[in-house]
């Protein structure tokens, strides 16, 4: 039978860190029994397990193997893939979070192991399979989203409107090709970053439109001083609503109101 290799973790943080200390470097050393007498340079599967998401399987080549340790080498064709799967299922994960326990298992080999009955399919990382948009993006770096969200088309910049990141953010309003409609949907949304609601508020065109400065004075997430800035650009109808309190904090509510009484609206 061909050998396996199941990693265990138990929650997506020890797969983000192997990921980023020894797979990005092309391999994975693992503690485990039962790696003497395994033919050098074989071919092995590396399945990668975090509870809750189906595992990946990643096409590697034994290349250390002794009584206690294995260390495998990623297949330099499937790498690409990896970390597009890496970075989905580590979504969101706290890059300063402990790293998690892990739990090592080969399967096959010298001695081989009966695995359990299969709960779900590993998702195979297969190079040359097409990626999707979403996908691509969610493997890239930082610096590689802002290029994107600075000269990307509308299908790019819906994607990246979903990133927390305030460079990102930022760049998104700095694209010439970005519409009014797109830019007070970041305006509203409730992820919104300081540095965004910021580059809105000073952009020579939606810094003076009177939807996007209702919805960044509404936007508890917008910096306070940046939202009090926006009350002098807007309508009397939109300072009557926002003097009501109703859902925006009280900063807000009180210089609606006087601008309100200033202004004899």
């Not at 071919?43 to 034994?62: H, K, Q, T």
């Not at 799967?85 to 979504?91: F, G």
């Not at 299908?155 to 090709?177: C, D, Y």
Request: proline share 7%; charged share 20%; hydrophobic share 45%.
């Amino acid at each position: 039978m061909g050998l396996t290799i199941e990693v265990t973790y138990e929650s997506p943080a020890g797969l983000l860190h192997d990921f980023r200390t020894q797979i990005t470097v092309g391999g994975l050393f693992v503690k485990v029994n039962g790696g003497e007498g395994l033919p050098p340079l074989a071919e092995v599967a590396l399945v990668l397990i975090v509870d809750g998401v189906p595992p990946i399987s990643v096409p590697s080549r034994l290349t250390v193997a002794t009584s206690d340790s294995v260390c495998v080498e990623i297949a330099a064709e499937a790498r690409q893939a990896l970390a597009t799967e890496v970075a989905l299922t580590c979504a969101g994960v706290d890059d300063q979070a402990p790293t998690a326990h892990r739990s090592v298992r080969l399967i096959g080999g010298a001695a081989p192991a009966a695995p359990p009955a299969p709960t779900e399919r590993p998702r195979a990382v297969v190079a040359g399979v097409p990626l999707t948009l979403d996908r691509k993006v969610a493997a890239m770096s930082v610096s590689e989203k802002v290029q994107m969200a600075l000269h990307g088309n509308r299908e790019e910049r819906q994607i990246l409107m979903k990133e927390r990141a305030g460079v990102v953010q930022a760049s998104i309003v700095r694209n010439p090709k970005a519409s009014l409609d797109e830019i007070t949907a970041l305006a509203r949304t409730s992820h919104l970053a300081p540095d965004a609601a910021e580059a809105i508020s000073e952009h020579p065109s939606y810094g003076s439109s009177a939807q996007i400065a209702l919805a960044l004075a509404r936007n508890p997430r917008t910096p306070l001083r940046t939202a009090i800035e926006m009350i002098g650009k807007l309508q009397p109808s939109d300072l009557r609503q926002l003097a009501k309190g109703l859902g925006v904090r009280s900063q807000i509510s009180q210089a609606a109101r006087k601008r309100l009484f200033d202004d004899k609206l």
